[in-house]
Every structure is written in C-alpha cells, then in structure tokens.
C-alpha cells in the first residue's frame, strides 16, 4: 500500500503517519507539507518567454453578479424610500386630508421611508467600494 502525502494545508505533525524526525535541522529541511506545497507552487507557475505574451489566451473579466443584485437592491431600496416619502407628504398635503391607512401603518410609513433611502445609500457606498478595491487589485503596478 503507497503511502499518502500529506496534506500542505494543515501541519504535518497532526496528520495521520506523520514520523517527527530525530535532528530538528532535518525537520526544517524536509518537512513533506512544505515540498507538497512547492511542488503544487511550481507546477503552477506558468513560464511565459517575451514571444508568447501576444499568444496568452485573454481573460474576460465578468462583472460580479451579487454586486450587480446589490446595486439594483440599492437602486430599488432609495427609489421606495424615496416613493414612501412622496406618498406620505401627497396624503398631508391634500386639502381633504382622508387618511386610508391606520395611525400605526402610517407612523412605521414615516420611519421605514428615510431608513430605506439610508440602507440604499449605505449598500451603495458598499458596492462602489466593492469595485474600488478590485480596481486598485487590477491596475497596482
């Protein structure tokens, strides 16, 4: 039965046929965690000479779909808030005020519509900032 490498994501010590070495110089130099990981590194590692860099295949970039739900969740949020605050200012500004809702629906109404316009605005500034540090991790020298 071959013997199984050990996994190079968790200490080696606490893996299953893990022998501790009798030299701790010789611990250092060959722990089987630390060459599975270079090997997986190394193959990696693509090598591109100066005349394939026109030959690399082109990467299409592909927006993130949550974000793109997140800015329409944003957009949808501050048009009703918005939306909330005109139908409530229409129902206090009409001459013969006949008030459809009750007192408790109108008063959560008055509250909901600013909070929904804050939550709209802040998941905004959240998604701008998103795309702000992507940007900076594509274009960083």
Not at 89 to 117: C, H, K, Q
């Amino acid at each position: 039965m071959a013997k199984e490498p050990f996994d190079p994501r968790f200490d080696p010590a606490f893996q299953p046929g893990f022998e501790a070495p009798a030299n701790p110089a010789q611990k250092r130099d060959s722990s089987p965690a630390r060459v599975a990981l270079e090997q997986r590194t190394e193959a990696r590692v693509p090598v591109l000479s100066d005349d394939s860099e026109e030959d690399a295949p082109q990467v299409s970039r592909r927006p993130n779909p949550f974000l793109i739900a997140l800015g329409a969740i944003s957009v949808a949020l501050i048009a009703g808030g918005l939306g909330a605050v005109q139908s409530v200012r229409g129902i206090f500004t009409t001459e013969n005020i006949s008030v459809d809702l009750d007192y408790i629906s109108l008063n959560m109404l008055i509250f909901a519509a600013p909070l929904a316009i804050a939550l709209g605005v802040a998941t905004g500034i959240g998604v701008i900032f998103i795309y702000a540090i992507d940007y900076k991790k594509r274009h960083a020298g």
